[in-house]
């Protein structure tokens, strides 16, 4: 995992296990997060790809509703600067990824009726 050092902004490439690293330049204890910045970016592009694709799925009478997911989703990723909110972003994409899920498979059951 990529850490960077808060103190002097030295980068490097942490393969241990613990919470705090040490940073090899200066010998600043650094926080290890679990999950990386650029691995949050990473999901995210992933499942924003994988929702147009749902959404070229979806009904008409759903659009409006997928719209403003959409416009939601949008809005998250600009705003969402920190690692904690952009958690709390991906959790919600994935909630609504769901939704639309259950809302595809219910629409294609009332037409199998
Ligand atoms: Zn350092």
Redesign the pocket.
């Known amino acids: 995992m990529r850490l960077k050092?808060?103190?002097?902004?030295?980068l490097w490439d942490y393969t241990g296990s613990k919470d705090r690293a040490t940073?090899?330049?200066?010998?600043?204890k650094?926080p290890v997060e679990s999950v990386s910045l650029q691995d949050l970016d990473e999901m995210h592009e992933y499942l924003y790809q994988r929702q147009s694709t749902l959404l070229q799925r979806v009904p008409r009478d759903l659009s409006d509703q997928l719209d403003e997911i959409e416009a939601t989703m949008v809005g998250l990723q600009n705003e969402t600067r920190d690692r904690d909110e952009r958690l709390d972003a991906l959790e919600s994409e994935v909630a609504e990824i769901k939704r639309l899920l259950e809302m595809i498979v219910q629409q294609s059951g009332r037409r199998n009726d």
């Open positions: 050092c808060q103190k002097c902004g030295y940073c090899p330049d200066c010998k600043t650094v």
